[in-house]
């Protein structure tokens, strides 16, 4: 089974400067890594994942991510935020052999001006 | 390209009711998938479809049902409704085999109120 844990329920953060949301997942097999951004009243965007291959994934809306297998962690980063970040952050895991994605709680991400 | 669309956008039901909603997957995949979100939380896999066939099922009794078309449409049903049903539903629908990587592409969702 999976599981995964989004270490801060909510992030404030300032606009311009840079921003980690952080997340742990757990798994005895192997899995895909996700990020998805949830704007209100609305679904679901992929931001990122990982599938294999260089550690260090570059998403949309200069997002980036970071696996870390020893450490089981997924962190999200972004250098420079803007007010149109504000939304609700979620990190989810995959088993490459199966079927069933499973979600974080979510961040919720405040960029203030 | 078309995207995952949802509808009703917004339903009201009373408990004990039935609720049907409905999904067009994006065309070409040929599984779909359907989350609950209830407030302040990550969504919870009930179920996946692959060609009209039920693929897994979460933590989810069976009054919790779907169907799957050939024309990339999908339905959720939901019988005797409760008021812990209140939520966001929504669709996801993705690719098989290799190359997809079970990357999924979400509808907006259904809210659904139960009262």
């Known amino acids: 089974a999976q599981s995964v844990t989004q270490l801060d329920s909510q992030v404030p953060v300032f606009e311009e400067a840079p921003v980690e949301l952080r997340c742990n997942y757990s798994?005895?097999?192997?899995?895909?890594l996700f990020w998805y951004v949830q704007y209100p009243n609305q679904g679901l965007q992929l931001l990122l994942k990982y599938l294999s291959g260089s550690t260090l994934v570059k998403g949309i809306n200069g997002f980036e991510a970071e696996f870390n297998k020893s450490q089981t962690s997924f962190h999200l980063r972004k250098p420079s935020v803007h007010i149109s970040d504000t939304a609700e952050y979620f990190c989810a895991v995959s088993p490459t052999g199966g079927f069933k994605t499973i979600f974080g709680a979510g961040t919720r991400l405040f960029v203030k001006a | 390209e078309t995207g995952v669309t949802q509808s009703p956008t917004h339903l009201i039901k009373t408990r004990g009711q039935q609720v049907t909603l409905r999904c067009s997957s994006q065309s070409g995949h040929n599984t779909v998938s359907w989350y609950q979100q209830a407030l302040g939380q990550g969504p919870q896999f009930i179920f996946q479809y692959y060609r009209e066939e039920e693929n897994g099922r979460g933590n989810f009794p069976p009054r919790f049902s779907g169907l799957q078309f050939p024309n990339y449409s999908s339905e959720l049903n939901v019988n005797a409704l409760e008021l812990d049903d209140s939520a966001l539903y929504l669709c996801a629908s993705s690719g098989a085999g290799t190359g997809y990587h079970n990357e999924q592409f979400f509808g907006p969702g259904t809210r659904l109120t139960v009262l």
């Open positions: 798994s005895s097999v192997s899995v895909y």
